[in-house]
């Protein structure tokens, strides 16, 4: 006899899911050697997630009712397509829950609602050192970029070229 295949949801996140988001975060800040930089809080994420416009939305997994992993996402805009594109700013599966197939599905839901949608694109970036996350995003037939570098303004720099124009 086979063991029944786990129960996956998939949802949009509440409010009340806030502090779980947060955990997510924390535990992807730590995978990806970025705790330093997760400066992000509960009250913080529930105005800009759950606020008059959202910025951004998420996508909660649960596998039998418990919370394994998350994808936060937010349009944007692609000026040689003349259309919008999803954005995945974060795809987190909790490490007990992987292999479920919770990343691709999903990835899946995400490229759904792209299409549902009438985006043009979906897409996201990855650390160039997390050779099984690249390699799972090539499973699902996504190609690198490698001719294009992100660029970023934080902190100091952000506010020394906000300041310089006064």
Known sequence: MTAAAPSLQLRPATRADVPQILAFIRELADYERLSHEAVATEAGLAAQLFGERPP??????????????????????STFLGLPGLYLEDLFVRP????????RALMVHLAQLAVARGYGRFEWSVLDWNAPAIGFYRTLGAVGQD????????????????????
Request: hydrophobic share 50%; proline share 2%.
């Open 56 to 77: 951004a939305e998420v996508v909660m997994a649960e596998v039998e009712g418990e919370p394994a992993g998350f994808a936060l996402f937010f349009v944007n805009f």
């Open 96 to 103: 007990a829950f992987r292999g479920l197939g919770l990343g």
């Open 147 to 166: 001719e294009w570098t992100v660029q970023r303004l934080t902190g100091d720099a952000l506010q020394a070229l906000a300041q310089s124009g006064r």
